[in-house]
């Protein structure tokens, strides 16, 4: 097909905070196609408040991308050398294909507020005598920005094939605590780094596991890395954030929740249905950064029955990440007081590069800061997801953190039932540690600060024996901070007994902590 023949299409997108939240447009691709080209131009202050998504004939999406740093050359081809990151390589079917917009209103009210910007998507087919040949290929790569290059997870549409993605891999035997990232961006949506630098910057932080949390998008693939990557989502809404870990398929209600964000009301049920979705499928949920300034958790009616997780510690870098985080870890104590088993987590929830800083910080944004460590027997995407779900779990900051809880002869972990002990044995090391910490031991919401031993290993230690009451519930778990009181480590409780949670929404329990300070200040 001659140049001047080449279908090419373009559509004009006004931004605005009256701009429909979701919105589809129809092209007609041609017989013969072998690729589509897709060219994304925006004034700079645009970036990051829109995505697309792309659908074939079929109604089967495509392509789904956050425009937002990098280049915005997207791809659709017959391989994940011609397909762009959140891409479906394959078939590309004759007939009418839908083009949909979606806008982030959270962030169009933040930073356009009442202006008025454009957005020009341009499309352009690759026929197929482009790919007859190695040159012809080779320009058709260079048009596309951060192609998926390695393997692809996903076939008819967004799902994860169990045949592309094998979630029993062994990528370590060793019984051990593993470390890695429950929360973090790239190029797919808001985060600036390729997947490429962020799985160099992990293997420099020591990870073993990266989950990508992307907002409301989801990987379709991945570089060649000797990390375990296990496919998670952020559910990003105008009145909070929640991630989902080890998704097996695009969530049901992505979408809705784009088409009507700000309608608080209808979301909240949207929320509760993904987080029902979550638990029927075998999804882990946890809700991020519940109290962090204009991202905080909103939705009072967030059931919390099938939550798994909260975030304790996110992107302590962040200004007014510090006290967020530790209303978080209070927040979390409420939990347990009421009955629920729901684990602390962490997520660095980086979208800098490292060379960058927050105003007045002295240390970058980056992955695995914090560090959430899994006690796995060896590191798969099952087990990690199985071991998570126990609340097998230690989040810190620089710093390494090795529990031994012991009774009647038998080693717990963290998140572990003490079934009929009558005691234990608690001893914890720290190793890496800077300066002596500060420990406590919290039990049933009850704070103590315990004695710290430094060892002639330069690591630090506690040992605390705690006799068992005849509570019907009783919980007990670690915390460490520096000498000027910052959070370095957050080891999850252990725990006796039953209680039936009295309260059943987010907003009773956060109710009930804010009645809590009121007495207490």
Not at 66 to 76: A, F, M, R, S
Not at 204 to 216: A, I, K, L
Request: charged share 25%; with cysteine.
């Amino acid at each position: 097909m001659s140049e001047n023949k080449r279908m090419s299409k373009k559509i004009k997108y006004e931004i605005s905070h009256q701009t429909e939240q979701l919105h589809w447009e129809s092209i007609e691709i041609p017989s013969m196609t072998s690729g589509l080209l897709i060219q994304a131009d925006m004034p700079e202050i645009c970036r990051c408040m829109a995505f697309i998504l792309v659908k074939d004939p079929d109604g089967t999406i495509r392509l789904q991308k956050l425009l937002g740093h990098g280049e915005q050359k997207l791809g659709i081809g017959l391989t994940t050398k011609e397909t762009s990151i959140g891409g479906v390589p394959g078939n590309i079917q004759a007939g009418a294909w839908q083009i949909g917009i979606g806008i982030f209103t959270e962030y169009v009210a933040q930073v356009l507020g009442e202006n008025v910007e454009n957005l020009c998507l341009t499309i352009t087919e690759v026929c197929e005598k482009d790919l007859e040949t190695t040159a012809g290929k080779e320009i058709i790569q260079e048009k596309i920005s951060d192609p998926i290059l390695g393997n692809c997870w996903v076939k008819e549409g967004l799902h994860i094939s169990a045949e592309l993605y094998d979630w029993q891999k062994v990528y370590n035997e060793e019984t051990r605590w593993y470390k890695g990232d429950f929360h973090t961006h790239t190029h797919l949506s808001d985060g600036k780094e390729t997947i490429t630098n962020a799985m160099k910057k992990a293997e420099d932080m020591n990870m073993d596991f990266y989950v990508p949390t992307e907002h409301n998008l989801i990987h379709t693939g991945w570089c060649n890395t000797s990390l375990c990557i296990l496919p998670g989502v952020e559910i990003t809404t105008d009145f909070g954030h929640m991630n989902l870990f080890g998704i097996t398929e695009f969530p049901e209600r992505i979408l809705d929740i784009v088409a009507e964000n700000g309608n608080k009301g209808r979301v909240s049920g949207y929320v509760n249905e993904i987080i029902s979705e979550a638990k029927e499928k075998g999804w882990l949920t946890s809700i991020n950064h519940p109290f962090l300034t204009i991202w905080s958790w909103r939705y009072e009616e967030t059931l919390l029955e099938g939550v798994d997780c909260l975030e304790i510690i996110n992107d302590p870098t962040y200004p007014d990440a510090a006290q967020a985080n530790d209303k978080a870890v209070c927040f979390l104590d409420e939990l347990w007081n009421d009955g629920y088993r729901i684990y602390g987590v962490g997520g660095s929830d980086s979208h800098n590069l490292i060379e960058e800083r927050y105003e007045g910080a002295t240390l970058p944004s980056i992955a695995g800061d914090p560090g959430t460590y899994v006690f796995c027997k060896e590191l798969t995407p099952k087990n990690l997801i199985k071991n998570v779900k126990k609340g097998h779990i230690c989040v810190t900051r620089f710093i390494q953190v090795e529990p031994y809880i012991m009774a009647d002869g038998k080693q717990y972990l963290p998140g572990d039932n003490l079934g009929e002990a009558k005691e234990i044995v608690y001893n914890a090391v720290i190793r890496e540690a800077k300066e002596k910490p500060k420990i406590y031991l919290i039990n049933n919401g009850m704070k103590a600060e315990l004695s710290v031993k430094k060892n002639t290993d330069g690591s630090y230690e506690i040992q605390e024996h705690i006799v068992l009451n005849h509570r019907e519930w009783q919980w007990i778990r670690l915390e460490i901070r520096n000498q000027s009181g910052e959070l370095l480590g957050y080891v999850n409780p252990v725990y006796k007994g039953h209680k039936e949670p009295t309260y059943k929404t987010f907003g009773e329990i956060a109710d009930k902590l804010n009645e809590s300070n009121k007495k207490l200040g």
